[in-house]
């Protein structure tokens, strides 16, 4: 079973459609968890980290449930611009972070 | 943009060459990540530097090396390169005593033939 596991996608939606992704990790001991974006042969860039009460940003929203041992993004009224792979990233230990496989979104017009 | 350099943009090899991958960090960073990205994968962790001294270090053989300066700038050296070395090389900076978000270069892609 792999570290940090992900759906890889593609998930094609329509603009202004709500869109949902699941993370999964093994180490229940993981300490930080985070969601990066990458563009097509960019790097990533950090867009939340992920705490147990959950966060918002804006359109984004992330969840971490620790008992179940995942978390969630949220993207609400998609644009087009949000097409992209979301990295998920677990910190185990003081300097392991584990990084999922990546989700490909894409926002069709 | 994250203030994470990294030099050169694009480099191609030929197998058994050695090569070495440059990174600066962002100004006040004293913390250096090195990955490997795969086409179609996630980054995988290489090695993490932190006040010059190696932190940690992910399942990479010995031919994979760095280094970290006193100004917190950072080399990954890989000797005998091989076909499946062909990547994206990308270094992380962060601040060890300030959270731990990293914050990635535009990376180096490893071509090798």
């Known amino acids: 079973r792999k570290e940090v596991e992900q759906d890889p996608g593609p998930f094609n939606v329509p603009e202004g459609a709500t869109v949902a992704f699941n993370c999964t990790y093994s180490?229940?001991?993981?300490?930080?968890f985070f969601w990066y974006r990458q563009d097509c042969r960019k790097e990533p860039k950090l867009l939340m980290s992920v705490y147990s009460s959950g966060n918002e940003d804006g359109r984004f929203t992330a969840q971490l449930n620790r008992a179940s041992q995942y978390i969630s993004l949220l993207i609400r009224d998609s644009k087009l611009s949000d097409s992209a792979t979301y990295l998920c990233?677990?910190?185990?230990?003081?300097?392991?972070?584990?990084f999922g496989t990546g989700t490909r979104l894409k926002v069709l017009a | 943009e994250t203030g994470v350099t990294q030099s050169p943009t694009h480099l191609i090899k030929t197998r058994g060459q050695q090569v070495t991958l440059r990174c600066s960090s962002q100004s006040g960073h004293n913390t250096v990540s090195w990955y490997q990205q795969a086409l179609g994968q996630g980054p995988q962790f290489i090695f993490q530097?932190?006040?010059?001294?190696?932190?940690g270090r992910g399942n990479f053989p010995p031919r994979f090396s760095g280094l970290q300066f006193p100004n917190y700038s950072s080399e990954l050296n890989v000797n005998a390169l091989e076909l499946d070395d062909s990547a994206l090389y990308l270094c992380?900076?962060?601040?060890?005593?300030?959270?731990?978000?990293?914050?990635f270069g535009p990376g180096t892609r490893l071509t090798v033939l």
């Open positions: 992380a900076s962060s601040l060890a005593d300030r959270g731990d978000t990293q914050y």
């Open positions: 530097y932190y006040r010059e001294e190696e932190n």
């Open positions: 990233v677990v910190r185990s230990g003081t300097y392991k972070y584990i």
């Open positions: 180490n229940s001991a993981s300490q930080s």
